[in-house]
T-cell receptor, first 113, second 110 residues
Framework: EPEVTQTPSHQVTQMGQEVILRCVPI?????FYWYRQILGQKVEFLVS????????KSEIFDDQFSVERPDGSNFTLKIRSTKLEDSAMYFC???????????FGPGTRLTVL | EDQVTQSPEALRLQEGESSSLNCSYT??????LFWYRQDPGKGPEFLFT???AGEEKEKERLKATLTKKESFLHITAPKPEDSATYLC???????????FGGGTRLMVKP
């Protein structure tokens, strides 16, 4: 069964450093998303991406964040200058249609020291 | 602003003891209501989508129902392997983001 994959599973970084989180969505899906979940809190939407551009973003997704689909399979989230409060699980998701179910990857645990 | 509230926060059941989880929501225009299962340290696993009031979906021991204000996830004769956090999320017609509730942590004891 097709699934969303994410790398790395765990990333530790120093405050102020740049990180890139990588995702491979399900191959025939057209819509891509990033969510995050701070420990013990709700899953929060960050950004959605369709047809090589951002279609929707939340207030969390400020100028420190960017997304890219560098090739036909990968989808990345970059945080330019990490803060302590960026520590969270980051989930990538994909869907075939904009209104259809979103399938989530296993997540990348980001720890900012 | 869309809002999702789930109750109870935690639920302990004996194996075979049926119960229901509640998801109350407010949304500007419902595109869909989604149920997910999340195991510790893992990503949400899709279970059901409900699109309109009165709709019901079933999968093994789980049954999801939808009204205009809430959704229920009924679990019949649960087994220990059903232990997980169950998440409810709504999508609205204005976009494709999902707004999640805080989840119900279900623990089923043998």
């Amino acid at each position: 069964e097709p699934e969303v994959t994410q790398t790395p599973s765990h990333q530790v970084t120093q405050m102020g450093q740049e990180v890139i989180l990588r995702c491979v969505p399900i191959s025939n899906h057209l819509y891509f998303y990033w969510y995050r979940q701070i420990l013990g809190q709700k899953v929060e939407f960050l950004v959605s991406f369709y047809n090589n551009e951002i279609s929707e973003k939340s207030e969390i997704f400020d100028d420190q964040f960017s997304v890219e689909r560098p090739d036909g399979s990968n989808f990345t989230l970059k945080i330019r200058s990490t803060k302590l409060e960026d520590s969270a699980m980051y989930f990538c998701a994909s869907s075939y249609t904009s209104e259809g179910e979103q399938f989530f990857g296993p997540g990348t645990r980001l720890t900012v020291l | 602003e869309d809002q999702v509230t789930q109750s109870p926060e935690a639920l302990r059941l004996q194996e075979g003891e049926s119960s229901s989880l509640n998801c109350s929501y407010t949304v500007s225009g419902l595109r869909g209501l989604f149920w997910y299962r999340q195991d510790p340290g893992k990503g949400p696993e899709f279970l059901f989508t409900l699109y309109s009031a009165g709709e019901e979906k079933e999968k093994e021991r789980l049954k999801a129902t939808l009204t205009k204000k809430e959704s229920f996830l009924h679990i019949t004769a649960p087994k220990p392997e059903d232990s997980a956090t169950y998440l409810c999320a709504v999508g609205n017609n204005a976009g494709n983001m999902l707004t999640f509730g805080g989840g119900t942590r279900l623990m089923v004891k043998p």
